[in-house]
């Protein structure tokens, strides 16, 4: 064979075989880039979600018209499900626009994302999971200067809500990628292997990522030993140094305005927007207290009820507060072997099970303090302090119902150095 004739079989050679990876790479869309059908068993769960969430959302919340978006950080994402039947029709179809690691500036982002590439139809309505640990920050810590990051050149607008001229090159990019790398073609034969099993994370066509994985955990550890650890990550985060809300107390909450931003968003779209503070399990609370964020965490409350009366008067926002310690949040934590639990699959990620009661609580016709041990409650300015004064009794009571769970949450506090006043912390427990 003559040199010639051998470069063009090889280069046909090579071609054929660039093509045949592109067609199978189309076909598995392990990214959902190309919006490929997703088929049972062969690609319809999405293991690669697993690292790739925030890109594989950029092109699937641009695809969709959602009256309703769901924001925020994990909890949100697997614990509120699109598909309960909870939504009152006029919500669907319902997207779960939350986010691994997100906060509230991120989820603004990719709004200003969904309404540049679909304008004639925002969100009638935008929910947001509020946590409070994302407001808090390391005294001295300079403010974040939310640099736009490779996943967020995908999105069509800056954070400012200007068109974004790295979108049209890296969406180029990704599609070359999705298409030819080996990363690609490792994830689209992953996708193929995994999707028979049951215990893979997924993103669902409807944005919400599965608690597959975390069923998987909870079956290898048990929920004693998950909940023991992430207590314990809980007591080196957030222990030392200790974090503030603000510069002094008197200071306006630095982070919350992000969230007005996002509320000013809302009403230049027209847009309802629901404000759910998360519940917590018991656990997560007592750590909370323990390590001197109580006072911070009932003053976060009385500026969001704030905000959110002042922000009535030109749109609707409602604010509701599911960080208490109702019942749902008390349920015990049992060893490898020895049940379930209904709420929590750790101290911070409840269950869709969960986040259906609070869809149903925040959409009920009943007026919200009609029945007051309802889980949720309706936070004004006219009834907060009474609610922070609930939730300090209902922590008393439990207290006292349960010394020794408590003493222990004190302890593991108080022994890392993380809770003030040791003594007097562990008397109290006591």
């Known amino acids: 064979m003559s040199p010639s004739r051998y470069c063009l079989t090889l280069g046909a050679a090579a071609l054929a075989i660039a093509a045949a990876v592109a067609a199978f790479n189309y076909t598995v869309d392990p990214y959902l880039i190309f919006d490929a059908p997703r088929v049972n068993g062969f690609n319809a769960l999405k293991p690669a979600a697993a690292t790739r969430e925030r890109m594989m959302k950029a092109y699937q919340i641009a695809r969709l018209d959602a009256?309703?978006?769901?924001?925020?950080?994990s909890r949100p994402d697997m614990g509120i499900d699109p598909a309960s039947g909870a939504w009152p029709a006029a919500a669907q179809p319902v997207y779960n626009m939350g986010l691994v690691g997100g906060d509230v500036a991120q989820g603004l982002r990719y709004l200003r994302h969904y309404v540049a590439m679909r304008p004639a139809h925002p969100p009638r309505t935008i929910v947001v999971g509020l946590d409070f640990e994302n407001d808090l920050y390391v005294p001295d810590e300079a403010p974040s200067s939310h640099a736009m990051d490779e996943t967020e050149a995908r999105l069509a607008v800056d954070g400012d809500g200007r068109p974004n001229p790295a979108r049209a090159p890296r969406v180029l990019e990704d599609r070359a990628q999705a298409l030819l790398s080996l990363d690609a073609l490792l994830d689209s034969v992953t996708t193929i292997h995994d999707n028979p099993s049951d215990v893979i994370l997924s993103l669902q066509p409807d944005g919400r990522l599965t608690d597959n994985a975390m069923r998987d955990v909870v079956r290898t550890d048990g929920y004693a030993q998950i909940f023991e650890h992430t207590n314990r990550e809980t007591v080196k985060l957030l222990g030392k140094?200790?974090?503030?809300?603000?510069?002094?107390?008197?200071a306006p909450i630095r982070r919350l305005a992000a969230l007005r931003s996002l509320l000013a968003f809302a009403r230049q779209n027209g847009s309802d927007v629901v404000l759910m503070i998360q519940?917590?399990?018991?656990?997560?609370?007592?750590l909370l207290e323990r390590m001197g964020y109580w006072d911070d965490?009932?003053?976060w409350k009385r500026a969001l009820a704030g905000m959110t009366a002042q922000a009535n008067a030109t749109q609707r926002v409602v604010l509701w507060d599911f960080a208490g310690y109702a019942p749902e949040v008390?349920?015990?934590?049992?060893?490898?072997?020895?049940?379930?639990?209904?709420w929590f699959w750790d101290q911070?990620?409840?269950t869709p099970a969960l986040g259906e009661r609070m869809i149903a609580r925040m959409h009920e016709g009943a007026p919200p303090d009609a029945d007051p041990g309802r889980f949720g409650v309706l936070l004004t300015p006219q009834n907060v302090e009474a609610r922070l004064a609930e939730v300090r009794r209902e922590r008393a009571a439990w207290r006292s119902a349960m010394p020794q769970e408590s003493e222990r949450y004190a302890r593991m506090a108080c022994d890392a150095g993380a809770c003030p006043g040791h003594p007097a912390a562990l008397a109290s427990a006591r």
Do not use: C, Q
Request: proline share 14%; charged share 25%; glycine share 6%.
């Open 348 to 350: 911070l990620h409840y």
């Open 241 to 250: 140094p200790h974090r503030v809300l603000s510069e002094s107390p008197s």
């Open 279 to 286: 519940p917590a399990h018991v656990s997560r609370l007592e």
């Open 67 to 73: 009256n309703t978006i769901v924001i925020g950080s």
């Open 330 to 342: 008390l349920e015990p934590a049992p060893p490898k072997g020895h049940g379930k639990m209904d």
């Open 297 to 299: 965490f009932d003053r």
